[in-house]
């Protein structure tokens, strides 16, 4: 519509200025902006069209005598090697708790509720345990309670891959993190361990608190920047933890560790800061970070 109206245009102008008129042949069809409407709706159909032969003509052969109507046209088998690795979908091991059979004093019944193993897929039993009953069973993680048959079954067959551990084995992992508070207190931890192992931290809290059953992993408001729900869970040796939680538990194991210390170590006397560890000013103020204690429970909320 629009080429029509400046074809319109233009003709109506040269018409008013004689002077400008150019040859009968520039002002044919085929030099006019404005062409036939059925040229734009069949261009796209003819391009179509086009590509498909264009693509048909690709896969044809340079050789005259190419037939694919061939009998006698062989091709070369195909030749697997005998050691050739072929992907098979693997069986899902049964659940050692079902039919009839008796697994750590308990049968599964028929409405029984099951779960994957987290490292292997091996079907276990979803039961709700209580703190004392995952301890003894050591089924799950006890912070984000995925299920793990490594110590359950003991003969998980990806138990390397250590997705579920002991308390007492993540001794020698632990180490404190850079991000785990501001740079002038992360010096004053380093100076108080006086160039001893970071797993320090750990036997201390082993034997004084976890071993005696006085340790509890305090996830809230308080004690971790917007936590997805409040946990409280008491921590023991045998307690079981997952690789993905290990890393919080070592940190709240540092942070009630320098708790302990704050009236013993001059180095730790500093006053609480209000927001405590999820304080945001630490990080960008020195001398905010010098002058408070942020190794503590934040106890104001805005």
Known sequence: MIARMMNNLVEIWL?????????????????????NPNYYL???????????????DEYLSNDDNFDDNNPHLQFNPIIIPNNAFLFQAQPIQICKSCNGQVWKQYQCTDNQVHI?????GRLMPKRLLNEDENEQLQMMCCICKVYDCKFYYGDCNKANLNKLMLVKDIRDLVQIPLNFINNVEYIRIINHLQGKQHSTIFDFMLEHYINKGDFYFQQNKSTFNF???????????????????????????????????????????????????????????QYHADKY???????KFN
């Open 227 to 285: 936590p997805l729900q409040d946990i409280n869970v008491k921590i023991t040796p045998n307690t079981p933890i997952c690789w993905q939680c290990h890393r919080k538990l070592i940190n709240f194991i540092i942070f009630r560790y320098v708790q302990c210390w704050k009236y013993d170590e001059a180095l730790f006397s500093s006053p609480d800061c209000f927001y405590g560890i999820n304080c945001r000013t630490q990080h960008r103020n």
């Open 15 to 35: 018409k008013s200025n004689p002077s400008q008129n150019k040859t009968n042949s520039l002002m044919s069809k085929d030099n006019l902006i404005y062409q």
């Open 42 to 56: 069949n261009f796209q159909e003819e391009q179509a069209k086009k590509q498909q032969k264009d693509m048909s």
């Open 116 to 120: 994957g193993c987290s490292s292997c």
């Open 293 to 299: 204690n942020h190794v503590c429970e934040q106890t």
